[in-house]
């Protein structure tokens, strides 16, 4: 069964914050309210800024953001691919997959011709689905790479 990738409602605020701490913000102090409430304002937008969802049967099972700014920026670009999160039990179905290029054909219908992320765990993905590495660097005593996707 393949997941249905739309914009993310409100009902599916909480379950994408838990994950996204998890796998995001784990020892950095950002609670689940302050998470709920970025992608409450994200979300409430409706405007260039977007955020996806994967649902099975009904159920968020991952998601994607189209953002003008990135957390902690180390460059100055804009728009970006943000938060590429899929829940650990559907990962490898190409789930991650359906939500990048939702992230890529919204961005395309808003008028961006390149998008840019930062990745580093995640770099062998983001290449085998077009994206091209143009810096690596430093960020938090942590390896980097910045990304770019011309569109």
């Given at each position: 069964m393949l997941p249905i990738i739309e914009t993310m409602a409100e009902r599916d605020v909480e379950a994408i914050a838990r994950l996204r701490l998890a796998a995001f913000f784990e020892g950095t102090g950002r609670t689940l309210e302050e998470d709920m409430a970025g992608l409450r304002g994200l979300?409430?937008?409706g405007g260039f800024e977007a955020a996806?969802?994967?649902?099975l049967g009904g159920s968020p099972i991952g998601s994607c953001?189209?953002?003008c700014n990135e957390i902690d920026p180390a460059h100055d670009l804009t728009p970006w691919l943000a938060g590429l999160i899929v829940d650990q039990n559907y990962r490898?179905?190409?789930?991650g997959a359906a939500l990048l290029?939702?992230?890529e054909a919204h961005a395309a219908s808003v008028g961006v011709d390149k998008l840019y992320l930062y990745t580093w765990?995640?770099?062998?993905f983001y290449q085998a689905l077009g994206w091209t590495a143009i810096?690596?660097?430093e960020q938090g005593g942590e390896?980097?790479?910045l990304m770019e996707r011309s569109l």
């Amino acid at each position: 069964m393949l997941p249905i990738i739309e914009t993310m409602a409100e009902r599916d605020v909480e379950a994408i914050a838990r994950l996204r701490l998890a796998a995001f913000f784990e020892g950095t102090g950002r609670t689940l309210e302050e998470d709920m409430a970025g992608l409450r304002g994200l979300i409430a937008s409706g405007g260039f800024e977007a955020a996806f969802v994967a649902r099975l049967g009904g159920s968020p099972i991952g998601s994607c953001l189209f953002v003008c700014n990135e957390i902690d920026p180390a460059h100055d670009l804009t728009p970006w691919l943000a938060g590429l999160i899929v829940d650990q039990n559907y990962r490898g179905r190409g789930v991650g997959a359906a939500l990048l290029k939702a992230v890529e054909a919204h961005a395309a219908s808003v008028g961006v011709d390149k998008l840019y992320l930062y990745t580093w765990q995640a770099r062998c993905f983001y290449q085998a689905l077009g994206w091209t590495a143009i810096e690596t660097f430093e960020q938090g005593g942590e390896p980097m790479v910045l990304m770019e996707r011309s569109l």
